[in-house]
């Protein structure tokens, strides 16, 4: 299906989301939407899907302009939309997940689902358990099947927003494997990203937005350089970091046992010191968002001891960690580390230290907040929902509500979705609170962001930690090759561990 943009505008109150858009793309492509974190990408993808209306301008199928209300409107055209959070029910079967929006007509029996299901997801190699609960699938196993789900239903064209945020290396590899059948059944893929890597490996030709506008498309082979500057209308360059850790020992764990199902994580021994960054690295489900959060009070050990600051703190609660100086930054933005329905002001209002005040002095907390959203480059207003946020907006809004005076902060993928230069400012924030003595723990899914900003790295397979090993000493694919659950033996003399990986 050949799909039209014509003169597509959208407004968000100031915020001029899409701005005249046109474009064309063409049947049988997998054609990228590239653009910065605010750049106007997801909502042109959710007019297309009609999750959101345009103020003015058309879309076009295959010659003939349309109107597209609803997702349920896109469906019935051929369009489907794979979202950053999947659309699925953790509570239920991955089966009945699949038939979700099937239309009335036909009724097949359970067998004969299950069994095209089965017939489908072969085409691409998945290997999903029909009978399996979404809540225990991963993040990559949710997005195939919402990709066979919405094959099912008929689509001819799939949108996908940043599927690679979250994902393992083999799960891309698998995603991009199976966009290349779908291109090859000449089926329609938008693939939107900010990651210049994804972009160059997998599509034919990319379309970048800036700040609302359409500043060009470039057809593959890419110069990267080229990509970049487009993105945000300069180069960006990777300063040289140094460490500024501390002799002072800010934080330990001793002898650490936690049991989270279905995972059981003993003997986790560890001291932080002061402005250490430590990266932690493991493929999803191994056992590092368990350890995180034991770490900040929100899960409890079964034994062993958290130690801040000198004071024992085990078994206590997250607000009283956060008296101690120890702060968290979720994953889930709107979900844990936002509140839905409150705007930028009330965020800072409810947040403030200063609990003398009885009465809420309105005009300062929007001077605060104006002041906050300028230091912090947030694009938004005072009154703006957070929700209304993009993801990266999202992510500074979060980082700028912590205290300044924080002695740990423990982050979750802290620059997941955001793009190069986000992500540098990002760290530039994280770095600045280091030489203040503030120590970093964070989790990533991007090896290459843990080897850039670590001073160690704890290293996570099938619940067993690593010692620490130094950053600047421990290579990409080493460090591929141990998040794999290989060469644990020569590196640690783990021979449980190596047999366990090596013999499935």
């Known amino acids: 299906m050949k799909i039209g943009f014509n003169q597509i505008n959208k407004h968000f109150g100031e915020v001029h989301a899409n701005a005249d858009i046109t474009l064309d793309v063409q049947s049988g492509m997998i054609f990228g939407i590239l653009g910065e974190n605010g750049a106007g990408k997801s909502t042109l993808m959710k007019i297309l899907s009609g999750f959101i209306q345009p103020d003015s301008g058309e879309i076009v199928l295959d010659g003939k302009a349309v109107s597209i209300e609803t997702p349920a409107d896109a469906i019935k055209f051929g369009i489907g939309m794979l979202h950053q959070d ?37 085409q691409f190699d998945f290997s999903l358990d029909p009978d399996a609960y979404v809540d225990t699938l991963t993040v ?71 700040k609302g506008y359409l500043v060009g498309q470039v057809d593959a ?44 994580i003993e003997n986790v ?48 609660n ?59 480059h947030i694009i938004g207003r005072p009154e703006t929902p957070v929700e209304s946020l993009s993801g990266g907006n999202q992510q500074r809004a979060a980082l700028s509500l912590l205290k300044d005076s924080l002695s740990i902060i423990l982050l979750e993928h802290p620059t997941r979705g955001l793009d190069i230069e986000s ?10 609170r280091c030489k203040l003595g503030t120590s970093i723990f964070f989790i990533s899914g991007d090896l290459d962001e843990i080897l850039r900003y670590s001073d160690r790295i704890l290293v996570f397979f099938s619940g067993r930690v690593s010692p620490p090993l130094d950053s600047a000493t421990v290579s990409l694919e080493q460090l591929g090759q141990l998040i794999g659950g290989k060469g644990w033996a020569k590196e640690f003399g783990d021979e449980e561990t190596y047999e366990a990986s090596t013999n499935p």
């Not at 995180?292 to 001891?305: D, K």
Request: glycine share 8%; aromatic share 8%; proline share 3%.
């Open 423 to 432: 992500t540098i400012y990002m760290w530039d924030k994280l770095k600045e």
């Open 221 to 264: 082979p890419y110069d990267t350089d080229q990509l970049v500057e487009m993105m945000f209308g300069k180069q960006i360059v990777l300063k040289e970091l140094e460490s500024v850790a501390q002799d002072k020992v800010v934080f330990e764990l001793q002898d650490l046992y936690i049991e989270q199902y279905p995972l059981a």
């Open 140 to 210: 990559g196993e949710r997005q195939q099947l919402e990709i066979l789900r919405l094959l099912w239903l008929g689509a001819r064209v799939l949108i996908l927003d940043e599927p690679t945020t979250g994902i393992s290396i083999q799960q891309k590899e698998k995603l991009f494997a199976a966009l290349k059948v779908l291109a090859g059944q000449r089926k329609t893929i938008i693939f939107v990203s900010h990651k210049l890597e994804d972009v160059e490996v997998l599509c034919d030709q990319v379309a970048i937005l800036r």
């Open 318 to 376: 997250y607000l009283e960690f956060m008296q101690n100086g120890v702060a968290f930054l979720p994953a889930s933005r709107l979900e844990e580390g936002l509140v839905p329905g409150l705007t930028l002001a009330e965020h800072f209002t409810v947040t403030t230290e200063d609990k003398q005040q009885l009465f809420i002095d309105k005009a300062y907390f929007r001077q605060k907040s104006e002041q906050m959203i300028e230091e912090y």
């Open 86 to 122: 999947p659309l699925d029910f953790p509570p239920m079967q991955v089966i009945d997940n699949f038939i979700v929006g099937q239309r009335g007509g036909l009724i097949l029996s359970h067998k004969d689902v299950i069994k095209a299901f089965r017939e489908l997801q072969s």
């Open 269 to 316: 021994n560890f001291s932080l010191r002061a402005g250490e960054v430590i990266g932690l690295a493991g493929m999803e489900g191994s056992g590092q968002d368990v350890v995180l959060r034991a770490c900040t009070g929100l899960l409890r050990p079964v034994s062993g001891r958290v130690i801040v600051n000198g004071t024992d703190l085990t078994g206590k």
